[in-house]
């Protein structure tokens, strides 16, 4: 952990069936292109209603991953 360094982005992900699948889905997707990720903050939660239901959650996430070092 000495010498580490962090950059955080902020992602939202969203599922018909609930806020952890919603958080679990932005964290899959951007581990696809982001790698070190180590820890994500939910910043925000909402819902979309149609017909007065809810039909799906939207939830905003600051992730952090650890940058890189290039030995040259």
Do not use: C
């Amino acid at each position: 952990m000495i010498d580490q360094v962090y950059k955080q982005i902020e992602i939202t992900g969203s599922s018909p069936k609930g806020m952890q699948e919603a958080i679990e889905h932005a964290i899959s997707r951007a581990s696809k292109t982001i790698h070190q990720i180590r820890w994500f903050q939910v910043t925000d939660t909402r819902g979309y209603i149609e017909e007065g239901k809810i039909s799906y959650w939207q939830v905003t996430l600051k992730i952090g991953f650890s940058v890189d070092e290039i030995n040259a």
